[in-house]
Nanobody
Framework: QVQLVESGGGLVQAGGSLRLSCAAS????????MGWFRQAPGKEREFVAAISWSGGSRFYADSVKGRFTISRDNAKNMVYLQMDSLKPEDTAVYYC????????????????WGQGTQVTVSS
Protein backbone atom coordinates (compact mmCIF):
# COMPACT_ATOMS: atom_id res chain seq x y z
CA GLN A 1 0.00 0.00 0.00
CA VAL A 2 1.18 3.52 -0.83
CA GLN A 3 -0.37 6.63 0.65
CA LEU A 4 -0.13 9.86 -1.33
CA VAL A 5 -0.85 13.36 -0.09
CA GLU A 6 -0.79 16.37 -2.40
CA SER A 7 -0.21 19.96 -1.36
CA GLY A 8 0.65 23.31 -2.88
CA GLY A 9 -2.52 24.13 -4.76
CA GLY A 10 -4.19 27.50 -4.59
CA LEU A 11 -5.36 30.56 -6.48
CA VAL A 12 -2.95 32.26 -8.87
CA GLN A 13 -3.23 34.80 -11.66
CA ALA A 14 -2.64 33.83 -15.25
CA GLY A 15 1.07 33.86 -16.00
CA GLY A 16 1.94 32.93 -12.45
CA SER A 17 3.54 29.82 -10.98
CA LEU A 18 2.73 27.13 -8.44
CA ARG A 19 4.65 24.13 -7.19
CA LEU A 20 2.67 21.07 -6.27
CA SER A 21 4.13 18.49 -3.91
CA CYS A 22 3.16 14.89 -3.34
CA ALA A 23 4.34 13.10 -0.21
CA ALA A 24 4.42 9.31 -0.37
CA SER A 25 4.48 6.80 2.45
CA UNK A 26 4.17 3.06 2.70
CA UNK A 27 5.96 0.77 0.30
CA UNK A 28 9.28 1.62 -1.27
CA UNK A 29 8.63 4.84 -3.11
CA UNK A 30 11.56 4.44 -5.45
CA UNK A 31 9.97 1.31 -6.96
CA UNK A 32 7.09 3.31 -8.40
CA UNK A 33 6.64 5.40 -11.46
CA MET A 34 4.76 8.57 -10.58
CA GLY A 35 2.27 10.66 -12.46
CA TRP A 36 0.22 13.82 -12.18
CA PHE A 37 -3.30 14.00 -13.53
CA ARG A 38 -5.94 16.69 -13.39
CA GLN A 39 -9.70 16.95 -13.61
CA ALA A 40 -11.59 20.12 -14.41
CA PRO A 41 -15.30 20.52 -13.60
CA GLY A 42 -17.44 18.61 -16.07
CA LYS A 43 -14.44 17.02 -17.76
CA GLU A 44 -12.71 13.67 -17.59
CA ARG A 45 -9.50 13.21 -15.70
CA GLU A 46 -6.51 13.81 -17.96
CA PHE A 47 -2.82 13.04 -17.92
CA VAL A 48 -0.43 15.89 -17.11
CA ALA A 49 3.05 14.46 -16.53
CA ALA A 50 4.88 11.32 -15.43
CA ILE A 51 8.33 10.33 -14.26
CA SER A 52 10.04 6.96 -14.03
CA TRP A 53 11.31 5.49 -10.78
CA SER A 54 14.82 6.79 -11.36
CA GLY A 55 13.75 10.15 -12.76
CA GLY A 56 15.54 9.35 -15.98
CA SER A 57 12.40 9.37 -18.10
CA ARG A 58 9.85 12.16 -18.01
CA PHE A 59 6.97 12.89 -20.32
CA TYR A 60 4.23 15.48 -20.55
CA ALA A 61 0.89 16.20 -22.08
CA ASP A 62 1.19 18.49 -25.09
CA SER A 63 -0.91 21.10 -23.31
CA VAL A 64 1.68 21.59 -20.56
CA LYS A 65 4.93 20.80 -22.35
CA GLY A 66 7.44 23.62 -21.87
CA ARG A 67 5.49 25.09 -18.95
CA PHE A 68 5.36 22.28 -16.37
CA THR A 69 8.22 20.25 -14.92
CA ILE A 70 7.90 17.00 -13.00
CA SER A 71 10.64 15.90 -10.62
CA ARG A 72 11.14 13.53 -7.71
CA ASP A 73 13.34 13.11 -4.66
CA ASN A 74 13.46 9.44 -3.70
CA ALA A 75 15.40 10.19 -0.52
CA LYS A 76 12.47 12.30 0.69
CA ASN A 77 9.69 10.22 -0.87
CA MET A 78 8.47 13.28 -2.74
CA VAL A 79 7.35 14.09 -6.25
CA TYR A 80 6.83 17.64 -7.50
CA LEU A 81 5.10 19.46 -10.30
CA GLN A 82 6.47 22.92 -11.04
CA MET A 83 3.86 24.84 -13.00
CA ASP A 84 4.89 28.04 -14.76
CA SER A 85 3.09 30.37 -17.17
CA LEU A 86 -0.22 29.16 -15.83
CA LYS A 87 -3.35 29.63 -17.90
CA PRO A 88 -7.02 29.70 -16.86
CA GLU A 89 -7.48 26.38 -18.67
CA ASP A 90 -5.05 24.80 -16.18
CA THR A 91 -7.72 25.20 -13.50
CA ALA A 92 -8.50 21.75 -12.10
CA VAL A 93 -8.05 19.39 -9.21
CA TYR A 94 -4.57 17.90 -9.53
CA TYR A 95 -3.91 14.32 -8.46
CA CYS A 96 -0.70 12.49 -7.75
CA UNK A 97 -0.62 8.79 -8.62
CA UNK A 98 1.78 5.86 -8.25
CA UNK A 99 2.29 3.14 -10.85
CA UNK A 100 3.87 -0.17 -9.89
CA UNK A 101 5.72 -0.23 -13.21
CA UNK A 102 6.92 2.21 -15.83
CA UNK A 103 4.39 5.07 -15.76
CA UNK A 104 2.01 5.62 -18.65
CA UNK A 105 -0.39 8.24 -19.97
CA UNK A 106 -3.39 6.17 -18.88
CA UNK A 107 -4.92 6.59 -15.44
CA UNK A 108 -6.04 2.95 -15.65
CA UNK A 109 -2.51 1.69 -14.99
CA UNK A 110 -1.93 3.60 -11.77
CA UNK A 111 -2.35 1.71 -8.52
CA UNK A 112 -2.57 4.45 -5.89
CA TRP A 113 -4.01 7.96 -5.85
CA GLY A 114 -3.93 10.99 -3.62
CA GLN A 115 -6.97 13.00 -2.64
CA GLY A 116 -6.15 15.90 -4.95
CA THR A 117 -5.34 19.58 -4.58
CA GLN A 118 -7.25 22.43 -6.21
CA VAL A 119 -5.48 24.77 -8.61
CA THR A 120 -7.39 27.83 -9.78
CA VAL A 121 -5.94 30.22 -12.35
CA SER A 122 -7.71 33.55 -12.73
CA SER A 123 -7.62 35.57 -15.93
Amino acid sequence: QVQLVESGGGLVQAGGSLRLSCAASGRTFSNYGMGWFRQAPGKEREFVAAISWSGGSRFYADSVKGRFTISRDNAKNMVYLQMDSLKPEDTAVYYCAADNSFPTYSDLTYDYWGQGTQVTVSS
